[in-house]
Each structure stands twice: as structure tokens, then as C-alpha cells.
């Protein structure tokens, strides 16, 4: 039913770091009984435990099921899905830029505001309707400079002065919409 798993020979460490390590209590296990078969569980144990990316395979499942349905087929067609992915990198892109502001436990909503700024710096920028038209990588190296002096200013504000981000993001969507 189980297996035995013996102490091997390695090293022991030394009798004060046990000590330290266990709270002050000098412990020394000889055997460690290990299960050969793990007992069924019930569907209510599954679903409290880790489920990994089941949940978020599932409901993809369940959503290109009902996309599939209800458009009769179109939205598994190669056109749709190009469509999708380019859509998707815009905010893949953004999540992957406030990731370290929720990681500090800051929650930021300039992003919003600052992707947006960007879009219109560049935009108006590469307008060939406007007598200053830039070229293309111009526009787009433009619109990144301004993206990072935003994101300094509102990280300046947020890491350096400690103002609450919730601050920022109301002054910062007002700075932005002002400058257009």
C-alpha cells in the first residue's frame, strides 16, 4: 500500500541550524511514509482545490460555442480570427504594462487615459491632412516618447511624492485631454 522512503546519506546539518530551523526544537524524521495510491475524490474536493486553467479553458470553450452558434460559422472563419489577434495585442500589451503597478499594490487607471494620449499624439501627428504630416516612425517613436514621460510623471507622483494613484489618474486624464 505504501512505500518506505529511508534517509539517505547526505550531509546532516549542524545541530543548531535543526534547532533554528524548527522553532527551537531539535527534530530528526528517520522514515517518511509515502502513499502509492492516491484515494478518488469527490467532485466537491475538485472543485476546491486548484484547478489551474481549467476554469479559463472551459469558459473559452463555452464562449467560441456560442460565437460559433449564434453567428452561423462566421466566427470561426480565418478573416475573424486575424481580426481577433490584432485586436488582442493592443490590451495584451497594456496588461502586461500594469501588471507591475498591481504587483507594487497600486491600482492605476491612467493607463487609460495615457494609452490613449499616445494614440492621438501619434494620430495627429502622422495626420496627412496637417501641413506638419511625419512620416510613420516618426509618428509612432513620438507617440512612445510621450507615453514615457506620462508614465514618468505619474510614477514620479506615485513612487516619489506618495500620492494616492486614484489622484493621478483623475489629474493625469485631465492633463491628457487637455493637451489635444
Do not use: W
Not at 514621460?149 to 500620492?163: K, S
Amino acid at each position: 500500500m505504501s512505500d518506505i522512503i529511508e534517509k539517505n546519506d547526505t550531509p546532516e546539518p549542524s545541530e543548531a541550524s535543526q534547532v533554528a530551523a524548527f522553532g527551537g526544537q531539535a527534530t530528526e524524521a528517520a522514515a517518511v511514509e509515502v502513499p502509492s495510491y492516491m484515494p478518488r475524490r469527490t467532485l466537491g474536493q475538485l472543485l476546491r482545490g486548484d484547478l489551474g486553467f481549467i476554469p479559463v479553458a472551459l469558459t473559452l470553450l463555452v464562449v467560441v460555442i456560442y460565437f460559433t452558434i449564434t453567428t452561423h460559422g462566421l466566427f470561426l472563419t480565418p478573416q475573424n480570427l486575424t481580426n481577433l489577434v490584432g485586436q488582442i495585442v493592443t490590451f495584451g500589451i497594456l496588461g502586461l504594462g500594469v501588471i507591475m503597478v498591481l504587483l507594487l499594490g497600486e491600482i492605476d487607471l491612467s493607463i487609460a487615459a495615457v494609452s490613449v494620449y499616445c494614440a492621438v499624439v501619434m494620430a495627429v501627428l502622422a495626420d496627412p491632412a496637417r501641413p506638419y504630416k511625419l512620416p510613420a516612425l516618426i509618428a509612432i517613436l513620438a507617440g512612445l516618447l510621450a507615453g514615457a514621460v506620462a508614465g514618468l510623471i505619474n510614477g514620479f507622483f506615485v513612487a516619489v511624492l506618495r500620492v494616492p494613484s486614484f489622484i493621478v489618474t483623475l489629474a493625469a486624464s485631465i492633463f491628457y485631454s487637455g493637451l489635444l
